[in-house]
């Protein structure tokens, strides 16, 4: 009995209609189109990567794009500023400054500087605190990816065991609050629970969030388990090479997992179309219009 | 083998004296005097006997007390107003709004205006957010409390198995998050769960805050487990008149936990002792001065 295989490839592409679907919505009906703004500091390679990626995603859902590429020597207060003009621009609905910003920058007051209600990345402190009460808050982007991969495949997940594996401000504790918004009884477990196998057993859900390659193995899955696998760590091949592999051992889990998400084409093409889907209920939030069904938490 | 009872009120009377200490402290040695002002709308005589204890504890504790009582008739304009020159108030480090207001008002409008750094009471979202994402921030002073009755008790929590019933906003979240903090790998329980017995016997640390009166028995404990009952539940007696018990069998769970508190005199009496090691932190963080020892989460 193999394990269903999660397509997050695919099921990403299937977000990503939604999205433009809506937005199409959003120009006929009512002559608005979201905006998205990404602000990248700096040349860090991996990062022009992501932006670039961002920047083509937005266009092909029908959205508006603005990239800002500040120079590395850019003071904090420069920085500040756009944020603050981008904060009053009307034309957009999401901001998003790339990290890592470089060390002469206050990552955390650069963060705090954004408008909760633009903050498509949900890593303002009001957001954390709005999903933490059970409001509605804009939610990060992998942690949304998850739960909706979870919600297509298992349908309502309340009353269901899960355990989050690691306590990350970005991935394992919006992961959590949102589990338990759907009334799972939820699990954090991390690198001090004492018989982590013994925990991650118990799960009809697990979500492994750790950075550790290929940690999860089958004696640790309750079998028929949904496994959703957050980690993207490069390893080394034995033939030479490198290859990415997740926190899961995805070929031992699939054995006794119900159903379980490759790395990479699982989580991963997720992220980018919540994003997407962020972008456009901050706008639709703004304008007091109808939230996207299927794209928020 | 019966398990050790918990006093919550000679614990909280500890805590009051380090208080005292500290305040003591304050003023020798800083000139500065900590100083809480409670606020009060409308005529409840529940939340009059609330915040009658709080000026008395609070004073006894060598602090400034200032009690505001505003007519039930008092706008929402002029409540704000009032939290606005007690935001701006120099000698006032700690501001409670009693709940509830009256209907009139919408009261989180009125949290959300209290300055987070004078936020004693930790309902601010920027104080959940910043105890969500492992930061210094304002903690309710009811799941503060079971901490250090925990901490007390058991001296280091990492590694142990906390199950938290319930998961409201003032007590079962922010407790998880507390539990998350020192370490415990967390389990959050509630109505959902479908087998609440069996999630509650893995537990090392039981914190139970539901509002079920005597809901917990003998067979869901692990036995030596700590069990810490938030429950106040006023029931009938069968001759006749009233009698407070908590969510928690008392008389049956201490056959087999290690260690309980009762109720009456468990959690409750460390709920002011709470709010009054707030006030003392939040003025310690305004100077930038050292944090007092034993009192913060």
Redesign the interface.
Known sequence: MAATVIDGKAFAAKVRERVKAHVTRLVEEHGVMPGLAVVLVGENPASEVYVRSKGKATREAGMKSVEHKLDAATSEADLLALIGELNRDETIHGILVQLPVPDHIDADKVLAAIDPAKDVDGF???????????QKAMVPCTPLGCLMMLREELGSL??M?AVVIG?S?IVG?PM??LL?KD?C??????S???DLPG?VRRADIVVAAVGRPNMVTSEWIKPGATVIDVGINRIEKPEGGTRLVGDVDYEDVAKVAGAITPVPGGVGPMTIACLLANTVTACCRKLGLAEPEGLTA
């Open positions: 303002h402190i009001s957001n954390v605190g709005l999903l933490g009460t059970g309340s009353g065991e306590r401000n504790k959590a609050q338990l009334s009884t939820v699990t954090i477990a991390h001090r629970t004492r925990v």
